[in-house]
């Protein structure tokens, strides 16, 4: 009776969203071409990372290697963009990550999607917030701030002086979502707000090759003496010089980092219905936004290394101030304002994303109802914006913009990857798109026939996905993902590995025999032949090369960031486990 109950609550939490089932969406007119997903994914990848992450992630992280920082990060995005891409034409909708878990993986899975999500994005809004009142203040030389401390710390907590501007920022973002405007409106101001941003960064480019000195790429302990620094100055561990100063250590952190700078193109695939021609605009407006987005970040680093020595970027400082130590004043003003107006064209909309996630989640029954009104409803969208700001203040007392990013990446790591094993799963399944419960019938009865034999599992007798083939290749893609995240946890210790700790070594190799062997036997299962008009190419391998990078990417993030992820996940659980797990669309189909 037990065994049957913890069956059947097993079941639960990994029930499937019918793709019969309707989807909440919103009505939108088919206008948006290639071009403009490309703007859109442009628009909202390149933001507050290349502006104010620029000096943190170089001064303490990778210096002049940050370069290479970004070709792992953006090769992790590149795999989780081909994924993104197979799976649009999957599944037809206007979704994100949450929609494509329900659909192939489950409901538990697409439960901590939506919650990462909710996270990821207020996250985001948080650190654009604070990129704008940092990046208003240089333009006034730090003035405001500094005036309303002298004029009000009496009156006031010193805390609460030192963050009013923040205050006057949610205050602005309250009323703006007050005020209704079509999304196309947005769209077409936004437009130009990006070809001001990347006219501004093409100036930053050239500039670095004018001014830029490759011996900054080849800085010695000579020149920190030169200078009057040391490794014990007020500006922080200074490194060992040369192009790599951090090690390969500095690289996996700063690669970490650099994912945030990457995180925006997803918003692509929210715009399906509003696409002309989808099945072809959705996957080439997902690679053509990541190769622009990383040809732009590739050529802005190495353009401010190159005229900067990387000690005297100091954590804290902006990307236009890498000007005034060439002596371009009015460059540092140019960018600077240039900046300004590109961020306020990402705020446009900037709560829609995160009422869409919501909103979703509400109406397949895993938040609570009252939720589902947010989007149609004048109330309780203003309850909700208040809600949001509220949190909003409150997480910009406590938390660093550099831990607001760390929060943010990991989460859409989490996301990513399970978008990676979405593709893993939904490739060797029988086709599920026309007659989505017939083929979920058959899965649960496989038939006496169809039993699983060695032979059977290395020489598959049909060439087209059975739901016995199927669950191979679902249990073996989760053991792969087990073993992935151990094989993770030992190269996170790599210095031990290099010491030649003979348990540790056998502990990898034991790894990667498993990982090859199941990696073979989902191989030999059978791929289904449903027409695409594109398809992620070398799967399994690229799938799970994917996983692989975000998995240790993950490792790279600091005890501090796991620890305010374990919190977060922990409420989501609660809510889940509470509610949605009783409550869901499955079990209460309308």
Known sequence: MLCQAFHR????????????????????????????????????????????????????????????????????????????????????????????????????????????????????????????????????????????????????????????????????????????????????????????????????????????????????????????????????????????????????????????????????????????????????GIVISLFICFVVYFGVFSALTLMVPYYKLQPGSTLPEAFLHIGWAPAYYVVGFGFFCSVCGIFMGFMNPIQWVICMMAEDGLLFPVLTRIYTNIYPRFMATVVFTIIAAITIFFFGITDLVDLRSIGTLVSYSLVAFCVLIIRYQPDRRNGGHEAEVQQQNVSAAERLTLQGLLFPGSPTPTPLSGQVVYVCSSLLVLCLTLLCLVLAHWPVLLSGNLAWISVVVLLLVLITGITGVIWRQPQSSSPLHFKVPAVPLLPLLSIFMNVYLMMQMTAGTWARFGVWTLIGFAIYFAYGVQHNLVTNPT
């Not at 989780?80 to 538990?108: F, K, R």
């Not at 006031?156 to 009013?164: E, F, T």
């Not at 200078?227 to 996996?252: E, M, R, W, Y």
Request: charged share 15%; proline share 3%.
């Open 9 to 284: 609550f097993g079941q639960k939490l990994v029930r499937r969203r019918p793709l019969e089932e309707e989807v909440f969406e919103i009505s939108f007119e088919r206008s948006l071409s290639t071009l403009d997903l490309v703007a859109l994914g442009v628009g909202r990848t390149i933001g507050a990372g290349v502006y104010i992450l620029a000096c943190e992630m170089i001064s303490n992280q990778a210096g002049p290697s940050i370069v290479i920082c970004f070709l792992v990060a953006g090769l992790s995005f590149v795999l989780t963009g081909l994924c993104y891409a197979e799976i649009s034409a999957w599944v037809p909708h206007s979704g994100s990550s949450y929609l494509y878990t329900y659909v192939i993986i489950g409901e538990l899975w697409a439960f901590i999607t939506g919650w990462n999500l909710i996270l990821s994005f207020t996250a985001d809004t948080v650190i654009y917030t604070m990129t704008w009142v940092l990046t208003f203040e240089n333009l006034l030389g730090n003035q405001m701030s500094q005036t309303l401390r002298e004029s009000i710390s009496q009156h006031i907590p010193q805390v609460l002086a030192d963050n009013l501007g923040y205050f006057a920022v949610a205050l602005l973002l309250l009323l703006r979502e007050i005020e209704y405007m079509n999304f196309y409106e947005l769209f077409a101001l936004s437009k130009v707000f990006i070809l001001v941003k990347i006219l501004v960064l093409s100036f930053v480019i050239i500039s670095g090759f004018i001014k830029g000195d490759l011996h900054n790429w080849q800085l010695t302990e000579e020149d920190y003496v030169k200078a009057g620094l040391n490794d014990t100055s007020k500006l922080g561990p200074l490194g060992s010089g040369g192009f790599v100063p951090f090690g390969f250590q500095g690289i996996l952190r700063g690669a970490a980092t650099c994912f945030y700078t990457f995180i925006g193109f997803s918003i692509i695939v929210t715009r399906v219905k509003e696409v002309q021609n989808p099945q072809r605009s959705i996957p080439m």
